[in-house]
């Protein structure tokens, strides 16, 4: 069955732009960019056990690395693409030493280095244009192939999406992703079964910040633009919230959360200015009634 609804998941979304209009579309776009940032924080929540609220500086750090090689030095596509994820992935290099701490310790200085990535962002003006942040990015090319559309770019980010995700189902199905469930489950019995659980920890950090940068590649080529907003501690609350609402521990549950969070947020916030609080509402009753998230209640009902 959920390989049945996986092809009529995959066949809407090869026709939405010709069905939808732009708006639709865009939105849609989004969704599969922050469904890969909610999958990011979810090889560490999902697997390991552990709440990472910094994902947010990886993604904005190498969004702001394209943008300004790529507006300030006329850097080609084919160079700034991956300097921008090299970017993000050396940031989750040195935050990676979080993984010494646990519980409520991780949290907290994971909320600390987000916080001084955006006031870098935001202070910093001479260099990332402070709240102006920086504009024009173009549509990624490389030689005589270039995006011209968002409809084209959507088939891009589509295309970059699905191959994510297999390569995610590769990984938490090997042998690495299965001693990260282990840890997650008893990390004192995976030591003592001669684990290194710190530095298998640190690598699953550096992985998820990789593909966290791969989607700020991704959102600053859609949006244009890029400021202080995208290394915000709300982009990285929301980003997990996407991950708990859609289903911790899957990986369609990642982009199902991402549809819904931001669903929600453009019809809430177009009629009522705390939008906010109702983000807030959904993750308690997330918690207290669907633990398992909209995945879990899925498969509940099927069976």
């Avoid at 697997?47 to 904005?60: E, K, N």
Wanted: net charge positive.
């Amino acid at each position: 069955m959920m390989r049945i609804l996986a092809w009529v998941a995959l066949a809407v979304a090869l026709v939405l732009p010709y069905v939808a209009g732009p708006y639709w579309t865009g939105l849609v776009t989004l969704m599969y960019i922050f469904g890969l940032l909610a999958l990011s924080i979810d090889l560490l929540l999902g697997h390991a056990g552990l709440f990472s609220l910094t994902h947010a500086s990886f993604f904005a750090v190498s969004a702001y690395t394209v943008a300004i090689l790529q507006v300030r030095y006329a850097v080609p596509t084919a160079l700034a693409a991956p300097a921008g994820v090299l970017a993000g992935t050396l940031l989750a290099l040195v935050f990676g030493l979080a993984v010494r701490t646990r519980g409520v310790y991780f949290i907290l200085i994971t909320i600390a280095f987000g916080y001084v990535v955006w006031g870098v962002a935001h202070r910093w003006s001479s260099f990332t244009g402070g709240d102006n942040g920086v504009t024009n990015v173009p549509f990624p090319a490389a030689g005589p192939l270039a995006i011209t559309s968002h409809t084209q770019y959507y088939y891009l980010v589509l295309v970059a999406a699905i191959l994510c995700a297999l390569g995610y189902r590769v990984l938490i199905r090997s042998p690495f992703g299965l001693g990260l469930r282990g840890i997650k489950a008893s990390e004192t019995r995976m030591r003592s079964l001669g684990y290194r659980t710190t530095l298998h920890l640190y690598a699953a950090f550096v992985l998820s910040g990789a593909l966290a940068s791969f989607a700020g590649v991704l959102y600053v080529y859609y949006n244009k633009f890029v400021n202080p907003v995208a290394a915000s501690f709300q982009v990285s609350v929301e980003a997990a919230l996407m991950a708990i609402v859609g289903g911790s521990g899957t990986i369609i549950g990642a982009f199902i959360g991402a549809g819904v969070v931001l669903g929600l947020r453009n019809w809430v916030s177009s009629f009522f200015e705390l939008h906010a609080a109702v983000m807030g509402a959904v993750f308690i009753a997330t918690v207290l009634w669907a633990p398992n998230g909209i995945v879990g209640l899925a498969r509940r009902f099927l069976k």
